[in-house]
Structure formats: structure tokens, C-alpha cells
């Protein structure tokens, strides 16, 4: 079988992903896994791991630079890219949610003027403000989010939270849930079609494996 190119997450989501791809034999080619390299062969060598910064991952399927990648729900629904979404993975569960201090608690947003929103999704959180009638400027961050509101660089932000506990330490609440969000497999369209036999193995073998862990969950 041919070797088949997967583009994964740097970071949070990797030590997961690599687990749940070790788990049905695809182990990260041991010497490799010590290294700082970006590109890892599987001891099989039917897989090529690269790895790309999370929200990179689905240009790099795109362009077909990858066959396959992970990446979260956030990221792909922040940047609707062509890409197939064949299965979700069960890990990287998070949430995004709109947030802000306790005393925005039970305010009418859609009263408020001159609103101002941070935010590293800034197509999603212009979305949901539409939806919701509520006018607000929202202000593009790359990250550390939760430090907006407490130095006055806006009201509210939009962001995941996993644990809660960087909106609690920062003194700010959850107000409502926006996008229930995990990591999801995405796959190149022409190469689905030209690697279907390789792609639909893997996808098959993800899938029982996703479905063993969740009915281990449930006996828990
Ligand atoms: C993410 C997210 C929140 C935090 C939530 O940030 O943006 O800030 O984790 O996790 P918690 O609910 O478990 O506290 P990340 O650490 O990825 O870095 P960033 O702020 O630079 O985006």
C-alpha cells in the first residue's frame, strides 16, 4: 500500500492525536520522536506524519501537501475550506463560548452599544453576533484572549474553554455556549478518490478504535 501523508497539530491536540494513530499500530518511528523534525515517519511506514501549526492544517489538505489531517471543528468552521470531514475523533473536546465578567451576567446585549468583542474567531464570533441581533465590534487577538476584558481592550471575548479554569482565574464567567468542539479528520477530495483503499482502511480502523474508547468511557 501506498504511503499516506497526514498533517497534525503542533501542540495541545498532538500528544492525543499520536496516541489515538499509536493505538491501531501506527506508532511515530522511535529515533524520529526524539527529534525536533517536522516530518515523522510511522514504524510501518504507511504513514507520514507532518507537523503544521493546528490552524495551518487544513490549508496543507487543501492543497493536497497532505492526503489526510486533524484539526479542531473550531478551526475548520473559522475557515470553511474544501476538505471531507469523514469522522469525528472524540478527543480535543472543548467548547467555544461567548464570556465576560460576572456582571454581564443578565445585561440585555441587544441594548448595548459600542460593544466590543475579542476574539481569535473573529468570522464565528461576527456570525453569532448576527444571529443574535446584538451589534458589536469584534477585535481580532491571536491568542491569550482572557487578558482583553480585564485591561479594558473589550467587554466580552470568544474563545474555547476546555477546563474553565483560565476564564475563573481571570475573573470572568461562561454566558453561553457558541460550538461544541473536538478534533475531526479531514481528508483531500482528489486524494480520497485516488487513495480510497488507504484512506478508507485507515478511516475504518480510526473508527473502531474511537468506538472501543468511547464504550470503555461508558462502562467507567
Ligand atoms: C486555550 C484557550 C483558553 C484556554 C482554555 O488557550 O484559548 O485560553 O486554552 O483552557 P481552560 O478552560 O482549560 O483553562 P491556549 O492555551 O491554547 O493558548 P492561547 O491563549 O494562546 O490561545
Not at 501506527?26 to 493546528?54: C, F, M, N, Q, W
Request: aromatic share 4%; with cysteine.
Amino acid at each position: 500500500m501506498e504511503t499516506l501523508t497526514i498533517a497534525l497539530p503542533k501542540g495541545r491536540l498532538q500528544e492525543q492525536v499520536l496516541g489515538l494513530f499509536a493505538a491501531i499500530g501506527h506508532d511515530v518511528a522511535e529515533k524520529a520522536a526524539l527529534s525536533r523534525k517536522l516530518i515523522l515517519p510511522d514504524v510501518t511506514g504507511r504513514l507520514r506524519y507532518v507537523l503544521a501549526k493546528p490552524s495551518d492544517v487544513p490549508v496543507y489538505v487543501e492543497y493536497g501537501a497532505a492526503d489526510l489531517g486533524i484539526a479542531g471543528l473550531d478551526v475548520l468552521r473559522e475557515h470553511e475550506r474544501a476538505l471531507y470531514e469523514p469522522l469525528a475523533l472524540g478527543v480535543g473536546r472543548c467548547r467555544m463560548v461567548l464570556a465576560g465578567p460576572q456582571a454581564a451576567r443578565g445585561r440585555n446585549l441587544r441594548l448595548a452599544t459600542g460593544l466590543r468583542v475579542a476574539s481569535k474567531y473573529p468570522h464565528l464570533a461576527t456570525q453569532y453576533f448576527q444571529r443574535q441581533g446584538i451589534s458589536a465590534e469584534i477585535i481580532p487577538l491571536d491568542g491569550s484572549i482572557e487578558l482583553a476584558p480585564a485591561v479594558g481592550l473589550a467587554d466580552l471575548l470568544v474563545d474555547l474553554v476546555e477546563t474553565g479554569r483560565t476564564l475563573r482565574e481571570n475573573g470572568l464567567v461562561e454566558l453561553e455556549t457558541i460550538l461544541e468542539v473536538q478534533a475531526m479528520l479531514v481528508v483531500n477530495r482528489a486524494s480520497y478518490n485516488l487513495r480510497l483503499a488507504s484512506i478508507q482502511d485507515l478511516i475504518g480502523r480510526l473508527a473502531a478504535e474511537i468506538e472501543r474508547r468511547a464504550a470503555e468511557e461508558s462502562e467507567r
